[in-house]
């Protein structure tokens, strides 16, 4: 496999090449307010970015608003459904034309209809439609954008898109909600970001490891201000990233929850139903819902394997409910924005991002992080040491 770039830093140099790479005076203006929150440089990032959006429901629509508002260089947005009655609930980008009914837009390409409101919200940025399926979807399909993010799939589908993702050398985000519970995950493979910091009295150098997925790679000393206070040291800190696949299911909490039982204590029941609901998807065709027994058995399974206290049944019949369901505007407006704002931390490389499963409860307003890794290497080696794919998998790649 092809070496993996770091982050943003894996923009493809056709992108780059595509893209005036110097803001214009009405776009410094436009973007004033964002380039004081995390300047210039990165929001020279976020303009070059080609974001590639794969359904658009309502979580999808939160997130290409917030990316549209930012402004991105393009997104092009892939969805095969038409708009429904159902969706005119929480998809507030489905506007009807003016002077006519719902009828209007119920049967249209659900991409197609929202892309009339987004091009509204920020006539800048590129809107592009794509109504095939994007399992049709080849690896040099997926070369050529900066970021995926793929929204309200089952558990089969977000693994054949982290695998392609992975060949084509581009970071990939997931998020599903299901009534009030939902996730966010991230695969950013290998993603470098800077932080400006006092300088420590116990520096730290190139190559200190923080955590088993993050470690310094740079540290430079900045000249110091005349005011005569503390130093500061600009420090360039990379995440590693591990695979949809051993990340939903076989990767244990992190070893500083497992030895610590008033934190297992603390784990969201949330994450075994997750993980109960993405085995069963595994098994069973897309839109097919548990029944209550089986899928509280699914639940204890995934409660023991994780080591955390027993899953409370109201829990597990909260989080049922809400599969199929539809979708509650509060809970995907909160989602969406949370994956967006860590989107344009990615990109602008400014801040950490998550790392690597973000699980909300929208009844206890958490959403909480959990670095979910299997053992051996992550980053840009994990793919060497993991099962081959199959002829049947290689197949469909492409």
């Known amino acids: 496999m092809a070496a993996i770039a770091n982050g943003v830093n894996g923009v493809h140099a056709a992108q780059n090449g595509a893209a005036n790479s110097e803001m214009t005076e009405d776009e410094i203006a436009l973007y004033d307010r964002q380039i004081r929150l995390w300047g210039m440089g990165a929001q020279e990032k976020i303009r070059l970015a080609h974001v590639l959006l794969i359904n658009i429901r309502g979580l999808g629509n939160e997130i290409a608003k917030n990316l549209v508002l930012a402004g991105i260089g393009s997104l092009t947005i892939c969805d095969t459904h038409a708009v429904t009655e159902a969706d005119l609930g929480a998809q507030f980008l489905l506007a009807t034309p003016a002077g006519q009914g719902a009828d209007a837009v119920i049967g249209k390409n659900r991409a197609e209809a929202a892309s009339e409101q987004l091009r509204a919200l920020n006539p800048r940025v590129n809107i592009n439609i794509d109504a095939n399926s994007i399992e049709t979807k080849d690896v040099a399909f997926f070369r050529k954008f900066t970021i995926v993010i793929a929204t309200d799939l089952p ?19 997931a998020a599903s909600s299901y009534g009030m519970c939902g996730f966010i995950f991230a695969d950013l493979i290998e993603h470098d970001f800077v932080i400006v ?12 490891q923080e955590t088993r997925t993050r470690s310094i790679v740079n540290v430079e000393a900045q000249e110091p201000d005349s005011s005569g206070g503390a130093g500061k040291e600009t420090v360039t800190k990379r995440e590693l990233y591990s695979t949809w696949y051993l990340a939903a299911d076989s990767a244990p909490l992190p070893s500083v929850i497992r030895n610590s039982p008033r ?10 139903c997750l993980r109960a609901l993405w085995a069963y998807q595994e098994d069973h065709v897309d839109g097919d819902v548990p029944t209550p027994a089986a899928f509280a058995a699914l639940v204890l399974d995934k409660q023991r394997a994780l080591g955390i206290p027993e899953v409370p049944q109201h829990t597990i019949d909260m989080f049922l409910r809400g599969v199929g369901m539809s979708e509650i505007s509060p ?48 980053g840009r080696h994990l793919l ?8 049947a998998e290689a197949a469909r790649i492409g």
């Open 155 to 173: 558990s089969k589908t977000l693994g054949f898109i982290n695998t392609v993702t992975r060949f084509a050398d581009c970071p990939l985000y």
């Open 197 to 208: 910091r006092e300088q420590s009295n116990v520096p730290s150098g190139k190559g200190t």
């Open 263 to 272: 934190r297992l204590r603390n784990v969201s029941p949330v994450l075994p």
């Open 331 to 378: 809970i995907v407006s909160v989602l969406g924005g949370q994956l967006a704002q860590d989107v344009i931390n990615m990109l602008g490389q400014k801040q950490q991002p998550i790392q690597n499963l973000a699980v909300f409860d929208g009844k206890a307003m958490q959403s909480l992080v959990y670095s979910l890794h299997p053992d051996g290497n992550l």
């Open 384 to 391: 060497q040491t993991a099962p081959q794919v199959t002829t």
